[in-house]
């Protein structure tokens, strides 16, 4: 079974529009971690935001937000006021706890890829 | 820049061949992620190595092997090497195992002709 799923393969948003990028995950470890990346066409990834399992609060940093739902197990991504350079693929992630307590590695979802328009 | 450097960028080789897949982490970053991104298959996690020692292992082929050295850089050596391998290889590295993130090098897109 899928552990990351995320239903949008494409989306589009005007410029200057908030967007929501979906993202559910499957896990029965009560810690765990979820992480989502921004990937551009030049092919690197990079780190946007995470949220624990404990944390109370949404995470949030700059333009980027984690709408963490936990009952619901999902972890949306709400990026604010769109620019275009935030077109690219979006990939939801998660860590959990295995091989004797070591936190795992990153199991990625297929991604979304965001294209924003002027 | 993540800090993370990979090398080469871009290799293009025949099948059959082997090639090595060279990796540093950043400065203090003691585990070593190994990633294979392909169109069909997504972002695949391969090999975990930690101050050295392997730590965890995923969809990672018998032809396929990894190491990390004293100096905590890490090498994958890809053999026997098939059409199917043409992908995106990816090195990452974090401080230790906990949740912290991971920082991703640029990637090596290999070829395989």
């Known amino acids: 079974a899928q552990k990351i799923t995320q239903t949008q393969p494409g989306m589009f948003v005007q410029e200057k529009e908030a967007v929501t990028l979906d993202c559910t995950y499957d896990t029965s470890d009560p810690s765990y971690g979820l992480f989502w990346y921004k990937q551009p066409s030049s092919g690197e990834m990079i780190f946007l935001i995470y949220q624990g399992s404990y944390d109370q609060q949404n995470a949030t940093e700059g333009r980027y937000s984690l709408n963490f739902q936990k009952a619901r197990k999902s972890a949306n991504l709400v990026i604010s006021a769109s620019q275009l350079g935030d077109s690219a693929m979006y990939f939801c992630?998660?860590?959990?706890?295995?091989?004797?307590?070591?936190?795992?590695?990153?199991?990625f979802g297929k991604g979304t890829k965001l294209s924003v328009k002027p | 820049d993540s800090g993370v450097t990979q090398t080469p960028k871009h290799l293009i080789t025949a099948t059959g061949q082997r090639v090595t897949l060279r990796c540093s982490p950043r400065?203090?970053?003691?585990?070593v992620y190994w990633y294979q991104q392909s169109l069909d298959q997504g972002l695949q996690f391969l090999i975990q190595y930690y101050n050295g020692e392997e730590r965890a292992k995923g969809n990672i082929l018998e032809r396929f092997s990894a190491q990390q050295f004293p100096d905590l850089h890490s090498e994958l050596n890809l053999s026997s090497l098939e059409l199917g391998d043409s992908a995106l290889y990816f090195c990452?590295?974090?401080?230790?195992?906990?949740?912290?993130?991971?920082?991703f090098g640029s990637g090596t897109q290999l070829s395989v002709l």
């Open positions: 992630a998660m860590r959990e706890v295995n091989y004797g307590g070591s936190q795992g590695n990153l199991i």
């Open positions: 400065s203090g970053d003691l585990s």
């Open positions: 990452a590295s974090s401080a230790g195992q906990g949740f912290e993130k991971l920082f």
